[in-house]
């Protein structure tokens, strides 16, 4: 009887064996065919971007009308972009074509500059055509390297999914081999290899926008004097942290230095009297400025309102030398009020320059601070004086827009770029619009839709 059911167990056993190999094997064949045809799919519309993005650039070269010559352009700019994010979705494991991504965000980033000179009128200079010329040219030659990547894995009948190279032990690979019948040597993507190998060594391309490779390198323009020791950091966070919480004490925990584009240190703090809150703050390594705040404590059931979170906020400010800050847009989140403020000179509003200020609605405490962007692009700034009169902005705004009010306002454009305008509050129906007229030109240079939110305004 025993030797009965023994031999039912092992039979069940294997039964159940064999029944789950059959399972697995069915899951790793429905998972490598989604990749395969992911990748497949991926690779065909890089290819076919690619191609699309040199001929619309070769037919803006060809085209002598300055509105055909922006379209054109900005088929170019939307190709680019689009090969850009196929290649992102490809899968190359083992191989990272950073130089063949920037370079299609370039060229695109580069269209959309050269449609939208010629959308203000203005005219593409002998270097600029130049520059599309040598980036059309290697965009064929990538184009080239996938036609040649496209033969290699045809010819060798290799699947995209089997370029995922995974650690497992021998007999889950055995397994793996059942389900994914042929194995792929990584050979066939040499053609990535060698084509992200040129594009490294192509000639800096200078202009103003995102992309451009003199802005790859950013300096911070708000911070002043030398670098300071980890010491004087980590004082700096312990006395910044303290004011945030309105008088906390707090222990260093850890430092660990960051070398991004805004070098700092980063001082992990410890509440004393609060168990398990810790505060993350980043000093910057020249000057010891605070660059960020992050209290991690939650947030209990709200006690101020926004007028009081802002008032908070701006008194934090000043307290720590940021006086002539204009409080610019606010969002509720949770139960915390965010702040943005950007600085003020002259009359003109510096949105440049901004800091963020995450204010604890359950008791005022200071738990959040983003002052990225005011040290990266604070400094001191000269005007022009306008030529345009506040009623002749007002003037270029679409008839049919409500005009609530004019100011002066320096504003932020791709590449690094300032502007100073007149920001435009307008409405039309029930939503409101910020319309930005060039100061100098009359231009308009950006419109941006205010959208209200619960607790605040975001623009987009």
């Known amino acids: 009887m025993i030797r009965k059911i023994t031999t039912l167990v092992l039979a069940l056993a294997l039964m159940l064996a064999v029944g789950w190999g059959l399972w697995e094997r069915a899951n790793r064949l429905s998972l490598a065919n989604a990749v395969e045809a992911g990748g497949q799919r991926d690779f065909y519309n890089l290819l076919s971007y690619v191609e699309q993005s040199q001929v619309s650039m070769g037919k803006f070269l060809a085209s002598s009308s300055p509105r055909q010559q922006a379209v054109h352009l900005t ?10 994010h196929a290649l992102s979705q490809l899968p190359t494991p083992g191989i990272k074509p950073i130089n063949t991504s920037k370079f299609l965000a370039q060229t695109s980033d580069y269209s959309n500059y050269l449609a939208q000179k010629l959308a203000r009128g203005e005219e593409v200079t002998p270097q600029e055509r130049e520059q599309l ?15 040649q990547t496209e033969n290699q894995v045809a010819a060798k009948n290799l699947r995209w ?22 194995q792929a040597q990584p050979s066939p993507l040499d053609g990535f290899v060698n084509a992200d190998r040129r594009l490294q060594t192509l000639p800096s391309l200078n202009y103003d926008g995102p992309f451009s490779d003199h802005l790859e390198k950013p300096r911070p323009l708000g911070l002043k004097g030398g670098e300071v020791a980890q010491n004087v950091a980590e004082q700096k966070a312990l006395t910044f942290a303290g004011d945030a919480s309105g008088g906390g004490s707090y222990r260093v925990q850890t430092v660990r230095t960051s070398n991004g584009l805004l070098p700092t240190y ?37 006690t101020l309102d926004g007028a009081q979170a802002l008032d908070r906020a701006a008194a934090f400010l000043k307290s720590h030398g940021f006086a002539d800050m204009q409080p610019t847009y606010t969002v509720r989140s949770g139960n915390s009020q965010v702040i943005t403020f950007a600085a003020k000179k002259d009359d003109v509003i510096l949105y ?67 502007k100073l305008t007149y920001e435009v509050k307008t409405k039309l129906d029930d939503t409101h619009y910020l319309v930005y007229i060039n100061a100098l030109t009359g231009e308009e240079e950006k419109v941006l839709q205010i959208i209200d939110v619960p607790g605040g305004q975001l623009t987009m």
């Not at 088929?75 to 850009?84: D, H, K, L, S, V």
């Not at 089997?162 to 019948?181: C, D, G, N, W």
Request: net charge positive; no cysteine; hydrophobic share 40%.
């Open 161 to 182: 999914s089997s370029f995922y190279s995974t650690r497992m032990p021998q007999p889950l690979k055995t397994i793996a081999r059942f389900a994914v019948p042929a």
């Open 75 to 84: 088929e170019a700019w939307n190709q680019a972009a689009a090969a850009q």
């Open 352 to 418: 440049p320059d901004q800091v963020k200020v995450k204010v604890a609605l359950d008791n005022g405490e200071i738990i959040g601070w983003d002052a990225t962007p005011y040290y990266m692009a604070h400094h001191d700034r000269q005007f022009p004086r306008p030529k345009l009169t506040p009623d002749e902005a007002r003037a270029k705004i679409n008839s049919g827009l409500k005009v609530e009010g004019v100011r002066l306002a320096l504003i932020p454009l791709p590449g690094s770029i300032e």
């Open 133 to 147: 010329v040598r980036l059309r040219e290697e965009m064929k030659r990538l184009a080239a390297d996938l036609r």
């Open 266 to 302: 980063a001082v992990n703090l410890v509440d004393d009297r609060r168990a398990g809150v810790t505060v993350n703050v980043d000093v910057s390594k020249q000057g010891g400025e605070i660059v960020s705040l992050l209290n991690t404590r939650s947030v209990d059931a709200p």
